[in-house]
């Protein structure tokens, strides 16, 4: 699952996708068009936030996790120490 950061007026909030960004994106630039519209944003916990979007709200978003391997996935795929080695 890819986790962003989204920053609104300077609050950040980490949302996952889920939800299909494309339409969140949408969702977003409706509301600014509107001249205001509130926005739903589900963070990585589960945990739903509503947010007040308006023309003068500054809105970023920033993927900050991609997709990866469970860490035993990882830690195989690495070149493993073995007795022979000593």
Request: hydrophobic share 35%; aromatic share 10%; net charge negative.
């Amino acid at each position: 699952m890819n986790e962003y950061r989204l920053t609104v007026n300077g609050d950040r909030y980490f949302v996952d996708t889920d939800d299909d960004l494309a339409a969140w994106k949408t969702s977003v630039a409706d509301a600014v068009q509107q001249g205001g519209g509130f926005i739903n944003v589900t963070n990585s916990a589960g945990f739903l936030t509503t947010l007040l979007i308006t023309p003068n709200s500054t809105i970023t978003l920033q993927r900050v996790r991609s997709p990866r391997p469970e860490p035993w996935t990882q830690l195989l795929a690495e070149e493993a120490v073995t007795y022979e080695d000593f």
